[in-house]
């Protein structure tokens, strides 16, 4: 039943119920029908090297388990295949046995992961456990409550259709009780007059992340906050892309433009715990790429649009401000490369080589290789 009848039928609807067909509709959903990705870029489209990047922190967690045979990773929501290609370059030459799993829900999406990343170590399941579990840009397209905080009480905004028979909001005189639940357990409210969201499916997200992790570690990358920064702005982070447009409408081209809401990381990091996971830390993108090694692929890059993009991944108020929250399962004492620093990686690191543009490969070489190689001769 299209959205429209739907309201006729039932009445408003929540918006959570609109977000999630826009997206996720088997026939028409905005994810469930994605082919291009014409209207945004997440970091592994931007470099490989954040592929490259990540995958020295997904080194560190095999040495740290002891070298499992074979080392299995688990993606959640794999996109484009962008980030599965580029960190398995890095991994393949250093890792014996490798196993990447998929858990893509799209039908869309995993053909096209499918037809991009067509070696034996690439899996697609939503049941296999993992030593490494790794969600890039995921929760932030979980479906959403709307809400308006009005004299201390919540009143959700959902979505109906006016005279001109188009989709416009009309607020509520209360909140599902989910919502209320929510923001009891997370311990903070909207102020006064401000208009938020709430993912009240986080915690059952994050409860079927932790299902998936063996021991091991869970990187979780995504725009957000703490629910005491969340929760303090006067307006929402729903936002929408289409065609590389930033917008803040999500009742226009419904089906056809992405739609996201920051994440709550306090809410996370409650529900992993009460799944038995040990939250480590959390860090910006920016602080996880330098404390990999981005530095040095900066300062190395000749082209201007190596230089560009790399500078990208690491900008503080674009990808960089991306959060990066660590999550282990019977790692005790482990502090991740990523999050902490405190290793030196200029050595000899051989990098990955890119059949389609070598270009890639050769800045990981000039950067890490060559400098390696100036170093030693200095030392000489």
């Not at 991009?116 to 959403?144: C, G, I």
Request: charged share 25%.
């Amino acid at each position: 039943m299209a959205l429209r009848e739907r309201i006729r039928h039932e009445g408003p609807l929540s918006f959570r119920d609109v977000m999630q067909a826009a997206l996720y509709d088997a026939e028409c959903g905005y994810y469930t029908t994605l082919t291009r990705f014409d209207d945004f870029l997440t970091s592994p489209e931007v470099h490989p090297a954040f592929g490259w990047l990540l995958g020295r922190q997904a080194l560190e967690v095999w040495e740290v388990l002891e070298r499992p045979r074979p080392f299995c990773i688990l993606e959640l929501g794999g996109g484009s295949g962008a980030l599965a290609e580029t960190l398995l370059e890095y991994l393949r030459p250093r890792v014996s046995e490798l196993v990447y799993v998929i858990d893509e829900p799209s039908p869309a999406l995993r053909q096209t992961q499918q037809g991009r990343l067509r070696r034996p170590e690439f899996r697609w399941s939503s049941e296999q456990s993992a030593h490494l579990v790794v969600a890039n840009e995921v929760a932030d397209a979980l479906p959403v409550h709307r809400m308006v905080m009005r004299e201390g009480e919540l009143h959700e905004l959902r979505v109906t259709v006016d005279a001109s028979d188009a989709l416009t909001w009309v607020e509520a005189d209360s909140v599902p009780e989910q919502v209320e639940t929510y923001f009891q357990q997370v311990g903070v409210r909207p102020r006064e007059g401000a208009v938020s969201e709430v993912s009240t499916g986080l915690p059952q997200w994050t409860h079927h992340l932790a299902d998936r992790l063996d021991r091991g570690v869970a990187i979780i990358l995504d725009y957000g906050y703490t629910a005491e920064q969340l929760f303090s702005r006067k307006q929402g982070t729903l936002l929408t892309y289409w065609r590389h447009m930033l917008g803040s409408d999500p009742l226009v081209r419904l089906g056809e433009q992405d739609i996201s809401a920051h994440v709550d990381f306090s809410c996370i990091a409650m529900a992993a715990q009460q799944a038995g996971l040990r939250v480590v830390g959390v860090t910006s993108q920016r602080t996880l790429l330098r404390h990999l090694g981005i530095g040095a692929l900066i300062d190395s890059a000749r082209a201007p649009l190596h230089r560009a993009r790399l500078s990208d991944l690491v900008d503080p108020h674009g990808l960089g401000r991306i959060g990066a929250l660590f999550l282990a399962r019977g790692l005790t004492d482990y502090a991740p490369v990523g999050l902490c620093g405190g290793r030196d990686w200029p050595s000899d690191d051989t990098g990955p080589t890119l059949d389609d543009d070598s270009a890639f490969g050769d800045l990981w070489r000039e950067a890490f290789v060559e400098q390696a190689a100036r170093v030693s001769d200095g030392e000489r």
